[in-house]
């Protein structure tokens, strides 16, 4: 019986220990704070210099393809940019990513939060709340990202409001 209880102790103990941590998680989100603080500054040009040429990155628009490379994801974000003011993104968390093969740490950063902006040609304001995640080389560059949220949604809700028909 007492091998019984410390068999049953020591599975316990080992089957509940987490994965090692990455030692690369607290850099990467921090490089990830920067990237919402450059996006949401519309500093543009520091955004580009945090993605790699051949970066992949997720839409978060209804049927949008992958992109592929950095001209496709500044235009993306350029977008958001032009048709957005005021743009604050406040996170609920930061989470470590796992390598999609070995279900270990790979240093990667999630994150959930809610976006705040106001359209500029409409005027009218949105909070939704969305997931990211971004995966960093050596250099802390992003080398693959994507949103997920309703963007469709938003550019219906803070569409301008039709004319009046003529009478």
């Known amino acids: 019986m007492k091998h019984l209880l410390t068999l049953a102790v020591l599975c316990l103990a ?37 993605i790699v040429d051949n970066v992949e990155w997720e839409s978060c628009f209804y049927g949008a393809p992958k992109m592929t490379s950095k001209a496709e994801a500044m235009t993306y974000m350029k977008g958001w940019n032009d048709a957005m003011e005021n743009i604050s993104y406040t996170p609920e968390n930061f989470l470590p990513g796992v390598d999609p093969e070995t279900n270990q740490p790979n240093g990667s950063v999630r994150t959930y939060g809610t976006w705040r902006a106001t359209s ?29 949220g309703d963007a469709t949604g938003i550019m219906m809700a803070v569409a301008p409001d039709p004319e009046p028909a003529a009478e």
């Open 120 to 148: 500029t040609a409409s005027g009218k304001s949105f909070a939704a709340r969305f997931y990211h995640y971004f995966t960093f080389n050596e250099e802390g560059k992003i080398i693959n990202a994507g949103d997920f």
């Open 14 to 50: 080992f089957g509940c220990a987490q994965p090692p941590a990455n030692p690369a998680f607290e850099t990467n989100v921090e490089h990830a704070k920067t990237w919402f603080e450059k996006f949401s500054a519309e500093d543009l040009d520091a955004v580009s210099d945090m």
